[in-house]
């Protein structure tokens, strides 16, 4: 169903990380983020009590998208995967953040600006995320 891909930016990641640190830096929680992103063609890190994160799930069910959502507060390490998120904002709120195709399109934010100025169907389409 979900089609995994690639993101320059999270191979650039870990070329430094494994320049830094050897192979073994599974701990990481920024590391942790860039693998889960990967994984399916739409990734949302929500909160399960946040009104936005719901928003968001929302907005991509009724396109007909089945992301795959991480809910950071029914993690054990979902605290440190938070500060990581926010870090990639730019200390922004950290929740909800979308990864379409690995590639981090940002929070709530920049995800309704690209659907209204109609560039969020084309990469959800790009990522395999929508046949339409």
């Given at each position: 169903?979900?089609?995994?891909?690639?993101?320059?930016?999270?191979?650039?990641?870990?070329?430094?990380i494994?320049?830094?640190?050897?192979?073994?830096?599974?701990?990481?929680p920024?590391?942790?983020?860039?693998?889960?992103?990967?994984?399916?063609?739409?990734?949302i890190?929500?909160?399960?009590?946040?009104?936005?994160?719901?928003?968001?799930?929302?907005?991509?069910?009724?396109?007909?998208?089945?992301?795959t959502?991480?809910?950071?507060?029914?993690?054990?390490?979902?605290?440190?995967?938070?500060?990581?998120?926010?870090r990639?904002?730019?200390?922004?709120?950290?929740?909800?953040?979308?990864?379409?195709g690995?590639?981090?399109?940002?929070?709530?934010?920049?995800?309704m600006?690209?659907?209204i100025?109609?560039?969020?169907?084309?990469?959800?389409?790009?990522?395999?995320?929508?046949?339409?």
């Amino acid at each position: 169903m979900y089609q995994a891909a690639e993101s320059s930016w999270a191979g650039n990641y870990h070329n430094n990380i494994a320049t830094r640190r050897g192979s073994s830096s599974s701990s990481d929680p920024l590391e942790r983020v860039v693998r889960l992103a990967s994984g399916s063609a739409v990734v949302i890190f929500s909160v399960s009590t946040c009104c936005m994160c719901h928003a968001v799930k929302r907005l991509f069910c009724g396109m007909g998208v089945h992301p795959t959502v991480y809910e950071l507060d029914q993690d054990p390490k979902g605290k440190e995967m938070e500060r990581a998120l926010s870090r990639l904002l730019g200390n922004a709120p950290a929740v909800p953040v979308v990864f379409i195709g690995g590639k981090l399109i940002g929070a709530m934010d920049r995800v309704m600006a690209s659907h209204i100025n109609g560039t969020l169907v084309p990469l959800l389409k790009e990522a395999g995320a929508l046949w339409l």
